[in-house]
């Protein structure tokens, strides 16, 4: 059974209506799909959706939802930024479900909010003014604002948990195998798992720029070991992306030792089987 319950489309910066996002959500056969744009934030910046879109955004997926009962479960949410007392999932309880994602770190250079999930070049320049280009402590204060996520305002899925490890595409910068980042994924993983929150694989960056999917096979593993549950999401930005690298992420799992996913349908999460 295939479901993915993060996506994107014009509302935000993903390309194509809400619509052919269903269209292209049935054409590979999933049993259902939700629809995740990027939440409004109160600065501006290139993907989130305009505030004064979101009551379209709601109509319009509760108009789908209605159209396509008995085609497909359509699910209505939005990818949540947590911004320490600022924003987080607590603010949107219109929805049926969100991914909550941690996109900024602090402030950069210039005042303005620090992008993980940017350009490299700017993510680098930044680490190297604010950080003098010290990875370790960008990534105790990004594991750290997750874990604040996670024990303040705790979403149903964590989106792209160890996303920031794409920069080191662009400049070496750490080993997944360094003990410190070791110890602050465990770390957060325990918190996690507290939480009691669906910890996403996200298989954006392994169709988009092949890397490794997020998080990597061995935080799966240890994920498994601790008995946090898993959902298989595309972060896709267009309909053909929607089941994206899918085998992989299926794969994946199974190799961690998952047997079951955890998905929301009539209405409720629920376990059931990879296959
Ligand atoms: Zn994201
Ligand atoms: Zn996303």
């Known amino acids: 059974m295939l479901t993915n319950y993060h996506s994107h489309s014009h509302y935000c910066d993903g390309k194509g209506s809400l619509e052919e996002q269903v269209q292209g959500a049935i054409a590979q056969g999933l049993r259902a799909f939700g629809f995740s744009s990027h939440c409004p934030v109160s600065f501006a910046n290139q993907w989130s959706m305009k505030a004064e879109r979101l009551a379209d955004y709601l109509r319009e997926t509760a108009t789908l939802k209605e159209k396509y009962k008995g085609q497909i479960e359509l699910y209505i949410g939005l990818e949540v930024d947590f911004l320490p007392n600022q924003l987080g999932p607590s603010d949107f309880l219109m929805l049926d479900y969100c991914v909550g994602s941690v996109h900024y770190v602090e402030l950069n250079q210039f005042g303005q909010p620090w992008e993980i999930d940017g350009s490299s070049v700017e993510f680098l320049a930044c680490l190297d003014t604010l950080y003098d280009g010290n990875i370790q402590v960008a990534l105790e204060k990004y594991y ?19 996303k920031i490890k794409m920069h080191n595409e662009a400049r070496p910068l750490f080993e997944e195998s360094e003990e410190w980042y070791v110890a602050l994924v465990e770390d957060t993983l325990q918190t996690i798992k507290k939480a009691g929150c669906i910890v996403e694989i996200n298989t954006r960056g392994n169709y988009k720029r092949g890397l490794e999917l997020y998080p990597s096979p061995w935080i799966i593993a240890r994920m498994n070991e601790l008995h946090i549950p898993i959902c298989i999401n595309s972060d896709s930005h267009r309909p053909e992306e929607i089941t994206a690298s899918f085998p992989l992420a299926f794969e994946a799992a199974r190799a961690a030792g998952y047997t079951h996913q955890r998905v929301l349908l009539e209405g409720k999460w629920q376990d059931v089987e990879l296959n």
Not at 146 to 159: F, L, S, Y
Request: aromatic residues 0%.
């Open 144 to 162: 750290g604002i997750i874990r604040k996520m996670v024990e303040t305002d705790a979403p149903p899925i964590v989106g792209h948990l160890d």
